[in-house]
């Protein structure tokens, strides 16, 4: 994505947070191929549409992994975690 205030606003949420961009970035980007691939579905992101570029996804998602609020509290242990929780509904 190329805009600046929303690149901005994500990297200062993770910032305030005390969030690790790099670890947020992975599980991010992992969860968002998981919904375009169909493994993971609106009823399991507690209803955001994790599409590529949904910019009110990724600040509702960080906001979810901070507060460890549904779908976000498995993701803030990373990707492994939530693997093993999709890996027992599959």
Do not use: H, Q
């Amino acid at each position: 994505m190329s805009d600046p205030s929303y690149i901005l606003k994500a990297f200062e949420m993770i910032s305030r947070f005390g969030l690790d961009d790099d670890a947020i970035a992975v599980v991010m980007s992992w969860a968002f191929e998981c919904f375009e691939k169909g493994i993971l579905t609106k009823n399991d992101t507690d209803g955001l549409n994790l599409t590529w570029g949904n910019k009110s996804a990724v600040i509702a998602f960080i906001r979810k992994i901070a507060y460890k609020e549904g779908f976000g509290n498995p993701l803030g242990m990373g990707c492994k975690k939530e693997s093993s929780v999709i890996g027992k509904k599959l």
